[in-house]
């Protein structure tokens, strides 16, 4: 048989694998920052673009996409191409998609701290960003495939599964929740609203962590562990098993991030059934990553790279039997807008992907430099200082998580909050604060090691240069199932129907559960006295999604007596109908805000969003001061920003439109009317006018101020409802 030669592109792995480094590094140091800034509230005082709002963004999308993602792309090119037995099919496509990867990431880097957000969970950048995700991701699917069907190999691995299953299934998602109608070059509103936008924001949210730091990195696994331990996949019929079920069962899970929330029962139960079916392939998959290393456990003890991989497949099988569990409805009522989902969240990427990402990363260098890793000892330094990390990061986020609960649902004797102010709870988990940042100080250390280590590795060894192979090439035969071959069988010589079938077992549970809630009007019962924002009330809310405020704030009011107790009347669905996007967040460092409108007058918002520690003993919540820099706010695209929510089906008049800039000085006005009641907000501001004119500067009038803007929007909020006062 006639061998062919060809070099394998071992090139645009070692880029993927050096923006791999990069970008844990950048990302792990923004997520520590944001760990210290619980404890220094105003460590970047004044700073706009380094407030915790607008890093928490950059941290995720940097650990999620950069990291993660590059790690997944350099794995992927690196194992692809020796599963086809064939070079990628363009070395352009390759170049493209790495570049304009990194472009897009830092575009993300720079428009998120800025604060150009939809305030998405895992998809903030906005629109342009959006469609440039796309573009590329469609170039990485393109290149992928194209290698397929140039491939040596009859038989598609296991692992190509996975790759085929999540480039489909992330631009399906992706796609699907990016669809907004622009405004500007970089703001734009979603097309969904309220409780729809929940359900495909989550729809989103879950599959994204499935589809993006779970199945490629089980195709990952499924690689790179038999490799590393020399020894065969423990079931082929596990695998089978494990890929369909896994990914036609993610896809329904959706809906247990919005349990006792205003979306319908039905869809929230649907969640929670599919949740729990989850559990089985999910520990198929660690169970037969785990048994690979059969007879290799000896190896374990010496070799560092499997040592990663063990607690890697560990903290995957530990956070995918939390997770269904967390869907319980019991379990969920405690552990929801807690810091236990901090935890939760923090074992699956610390352990699940930055192990697997370590391991692969000691293994693969070596092997494309052609020599020894610098230092065994290093690698072994850095594994016990990260685990040791991860287990001082989640073990306090547990315990904060369970006394956060406990303290919000205490009730007195008499009937009454025993915490009724919601600042008692947050003093109470400080040390645990600290110890997370202690945790989260040894794991970016570790990192520090691996860099070190593999620089040290790649200045000693041989340039990484194209490998040389040689393999025959594939003969054809028929196209229809063999004599006693089975289906799947056959199936893995199918590329076309292989991503076909997966794509449809991906489609099915969004389809069921996404389109009724669009479509069939009972499922959000309007509120006659639910009207949409004022002119003033909409830049305020654009000004809240800007500085990240959904991050710390919730606005859902679950059907608890202590939630109705604390925070008013529980949500409706009907509330969020005019909600271009939805705003009912994740997790609470702060209170629930869905009935703050009234709460308080308007010198209290203003005195707290100046110094929240002036207002709230004890807070940790950062001031917000250049919300009242003597800067006016833009207001130049009021008109059209209601023209589009005119689009998307918001009743706001041509006659109100034509007046909005109108309607906003009559209510900045009155508030400032409003701040002028206290004697100390009028000196404060007659100095500060003095100054100016004094300097020579044009003096901005308080009422056309941003913090004028966000207290009309915060003092909305709830006041369509009957609030118990």
């Known amino acids: ?36 800034m619980f404890l220094f509230p105003n460590m970047t005082d004044g700073i706009s673009w380094l407030s915790f709002g607008r890093l928490r963004p950059l941290h995720t999308n940097a650990v999620i996409f950069a990291f993660v993602g590059n790690a997944f792309f350099a794995g992927m090119y690196y194992s692809l191409q020796r599963l086809l037995k064939a070079r990628m099919y363009s070395d352009f496509l390759s170049t493209l998609h790495f570049w304009g990867w990194q472009l897009i990431i830092v575009a993300a880097a720079i428009t998120l701290p800025l604060g ?47 790759y ?19 405004v500007s070059a970089m703001k734009s509103y979603s097309v969904y609203a309220g409780v729809q936008d929940a359900l495909v924001q989550w729809w989103y949210g879950h599959n994204a962590v499935a589809f993006f730091l779970t199945t490629p990195f089980l195709g990952l696994m499924y690689y790179f562990i038999p490799k590393a331990a020399n020894r065969p996949v423990y079931s082929y019929r596990l695998s089978i098993v494990h890929f369909w079920s896994l990914i036609f069962l993610y896809i329904w899970a959706g809906p247990h991030h919005l349990l006792y929330s205003a979306l319908p029962n039905w869809a929230q139960n649907l969640g929670v059934v599919f949740s729990i079916m989850l559990l089985a392939p999910s520990w198929g998959g660690m169970i037969n990553g785990l048994l690979t290393l059969r007879g290799a456990w000896d190896k374990v003890r010496t070799e560092p790279v499997l040592k990663y991989f063990v607690v890697a497949i560990t903290g995957y099988g530990m956070a995918t039997f939390e997770g269904p569990m967390l869907s319980l409805k019991n379990v969920n009522a405690i552990a929801h807008f807690t810091d236990w989902i901090i935890a939760h969240v923090h074992v699956g990427a610390l352990a699940w992907n930055g192990f697997m990402a370590f391991g692969i990363i000691y293994w693969l260098v070596p092997r494309m430099s052609k020599g020894p890793l610098y230092s065994l000892k290093l690698a072994n330094v850095h594994f016990w200082i990260g685990t040791i990390g991860i287990i001082l990061y989640t073990l306090p986020m547990y315990v904060a998580g369970f006394l956060q609960a406990s303290m919000w649902k205490q009730f007195n004797p008499d009937g009454t909050l025993t915490y009724g102010n919601f600042l008692e709870t947050v003093t109470q988990i400080i040390p645990m604060y600290w110890m997370r940042a202690a945790g989260g100080t040894l794991y970016i250390t570790g990192m520090f090691v691996l860099v070190f280590n593999i620089y040290k590795t790649i200045r000693a060894n041989n340039v990484i240069e194209d490998e040389l192979a040689e393999a025959p090439a594939l003969e054809r035969i028929s196209s229809t199932r063999l004599r006693g071959e089975k289906f799947h069988t056959w199936l893995e010589r199918k590329p076309v129907q292989l991503t076909i079938l997966a794509t449809v077992a991906i489609l099915i549970g969004g389809v069921i559960q996404i389109v009724p809630t669009i479509m069939v009007k009972s499922n959000i019962p309007t509120i006659a006295s639910v009207k949409p924002y004022s002119p003033l009330e909409l830049e305020g809310r654009d000004l809240y999604i800007r500085e990240g405020c959904v991050g710390c704030h919730s606005q859902m009011v679950r059907p608890f007596r202590s939630e109705v107790e604390r925070y008013g009347p529980q949500s409706k669905a009907g ?41 709230s003993s004890g807070s940790i919540m950062p001031g917000y001061k250049w919300l009242f820099d003597n800067e006016a706010l833009d207001i130049t695209n009021i008109e059209d920003k209601m023209k589009v929510m005119q689009t998307l089906g918001v009743p706001y008049t041509d006659a109100e439109v034509a007046n909005a800039k109108n309607a906003i000085k009559a209510q900045s006005l009155t508030i400032e009317e409003n701040l002028k009641a206290d ?16 300097k020579g500067e044009t003096f901005v009038p308080m009422q056309d101020r941003e913090i004028v803007a966000l207290i009309a929007y915060i003092q909305r909020l709830g006041t369509d409802i009957k609030v118990k006062k």
Do not use: C
């Open 1 to 36: 048989m006639e061998m062919q030669q060809f070099y394998y592109d071992n090139k645009i792995v070692k880029k993927f694998i050096y923006a791999t480094i990069v970008f844990g590094v950048v990302g792990m140091t923004v997520g520590l920052t944001l760990a210290f």
């Open 116 to 162: 150009y957000s939809s305030s998405k969970e895992y998809a903030e950048l906005e629109w342009p960003i959006d469609i440039a995700i796309a573009l590329i991701w469609v170039v990485m699917g393109i290149n992928m495939i194209g290698t397929i069907f140039k491939r040596r190999e009859r038989h598609l691995y296991v692992a190509i599964w996975f």
């Open 164 to 182: 085929l299953a999540t480039f489909v299934t992330v631009a399906v998602l992706h796609i699907f929740n990016s669809l907004a109608i622009p």
């Open 575 to 615: 509330e969020f109908v005019y909600d271009h996007p939805f705003l009912w967040g994740s997790k609470r460092t702060g209170p629930d805000l869905l009935r703050v409108g009234g709460k308080y007058n308007d010198n209290w918002h203003f005195n707290h969003m100046w110094n929240p520690q002036s207002t």
């Open 679 to 694: 004697p100390d907000f009028v000196k404060s501001y007659d100095e500060s006018k003095k100054r100016a004119l004094a």
